[in-house]
């Protein structure tokens, strides 16, 4: 059972940037596939960017371009870089994770029901 701890959420001004950090125990974390999730009040929640087993990455469509993911096996530790932040990113983001090996034939999802493990989430505000 893999334990998942985000940090780095804050409120910032539009055109500013964010870095989100997801720290990663009890599980081997180079076997997990990762990725970061959002979601506001009323709305599911979406993929926003993913990384997987081979270092493929995939992003939503409204981020791409301004946000990267990114994970660090020496500091069991996934990243998410947020640039050119906009009002409409404001979210709580979550950090989410599942063995690689689960997703047979699939090397990265953004499919929120792929993942096994999650976090409680950070708060990204972004005011105009």
Do not use: H
């Given at each position: 059972q893999a334990q998942l701890m985000e940090s780095g959420g804050g409120s910032v001004q539009a055109g500013g940037s964010l870095r989100l950090s997801c720290a990663a125990s009890g599980y081997p974390f180079s076997d997990l596939c990762m990725g970061w999730f959002r979601q506001v009040?009323?709305?599911?929640?979406?993929?926003?960017?993913?990384?997987?087993s081979d270092g493929s990455t995939s992003y939503a469509d409204s981020v791409k371009g301004r946000f990267t993911i990114s994970k660090d096996n020496a500091k069991n530790t996934l990243?998410?870089?947020?640039?050119?932040?906009?009002?409409?990113?404001?979210?709580?983001?979550?950090?989410?994770?599942?063995?690689?090996?689960?997703?047979?034939?699939?090397?990265?999802?953004?499919?929120v029901q792929k993942y096994h493990f999650w976090g409680r989430g950070t708060q990204v505000t972004v005011s105009s």
């Open positions: 009040p009323g709305k599911e929640r979406e993929g926003v960017a993913a990384v997987g990243y998410l870089q947020m640039n050119s932040l906009k009002p409409e990113d404001t979210s709580m983001y979550y950090c989410a994770a599942v063995p690689c090996l689960v997703l047979t034939g699939l090397s990265v999802t953004l499919d």
